[in-house]
């Protein structure tokens, strides 16, 4: 179906802001504890499915590889994206598709913790959470550190961030509205291009994890450029385990956005 019959319009606010839309979108959620953002780069709008979810916080994940990608650019930390390989110490033990060298854009692909762990000791902990406040990224809590026993401060659950967190955070940074260079924009945006058909840009990063005593959080989130008009999304379902909700969020977004218009 298209948007003009999932969505249920319920006002334009006062002052003429843009209205809020709540989608009929339940049959791809069937089962599952999950929220859904998209915002209308154009006009401002908002479309939700379970707006309190929304609104509460969880942990980003590897989400977080989209603001440290831009830190460990702005601080020069990381050169480029491309070139100076990080060397993989075998003694990590790390999974067969993190257990190589990395660079900065192949980390970002691959969702290497390691790799991310590694180049955050380098810029130091104290420089992380002085980005972290001023990319102003969800409860910019970092007290977690790099080496706590239950992961760094973004899988632990210190730091949190909302489904509507993250799409305010995603809108700032397309337009360049974080204070940072140019270059580290750009930069950025380009390692999270996904696919470019014809008609749109996809820009997008996953991200799973499970603080202690909670649910697991898988997250997809990102962007749509598409002819004049760029569409911010976020994904995020919470479950007992990596099953389901981990194998669909990228489809199940997909699909969802492909019902809305955004994708076809």
């Not at 998209?38 to 609104?55: C, E, S």
């Not at 440290?68 to 994206?81: D, F, Q, R, W, Y």
């Not at 005593?213 to 995020?236: C, D, H, I, M, P």
């Amino acid at each position: 179906m298209r948007a003009a019959v999932l969505l249920v319009t319920l006002a334009l606010l006062a002052g003429g802001r843009p209205a809020t839309t709540v989608p009929d979108l339940s049959s791809f959620f069937d089962g599952l504890d999950a929220t859904f953002v998209l915002l209308d780069g154009a006009t401002g709008a908002y479309t939700r499915h379970a707006p309190a979810r929304a609104a509460r916080r969880f942990a980003p994940c590897s989400t977080f590889k989209v603001p440290h990608t831009a830190m460990l650019l702005e601080s020069g930390i990381v050169p480029a994206t491309t070139g100076h390989a990080l060397e993989y110490d075998p003694s990590l033990k790390q999974p067969e598709q993190w257990a190589r060298d990395f660079d900065l854009a192949g980390a970002f692909k691959a969702s290497a913790l390691w790799y991310y762990r590694a180049q955050a000791r380098r810029l130091g902990m104290d420089a992380e959470a002085q980005y972290v406040r001023r990319l102003g990224y969800g409860n910019m809590v970092t007290t977690g550190g790099l080496d706590g026993p239950n992961g760094p401060f973004w899988v632990d659950g210190s730091l949190r961030i909302s489904a509507d967190e993250q799409v305010a955070f995603l809108h700032r940074l397309h337009e360049g509205r974080l204070g940072l260079s140019p270059r580290t924009t750009a930069l950025t945006r380009e390692v999270m291009l996904v696919e470019e058909p014809p008609r749109w840009k996809l820009f997008a990063k996953t991200g799973a994890c499970r603080p202690q005593g909670e649910q697991t959080s898988n997250w997809y989130v990102g962007f749509v450029e598409k002819r004049t008009t760029t569409w911010y999304f976020a994904l995020q379902m919470g479950a007992d385990d990596y099953g389901r909700a981990f194998t669909e969020r990228v489809p199940t977004t997909r699909r969802v956005l492909t019902a809305l218009g955004v994708l076809d």
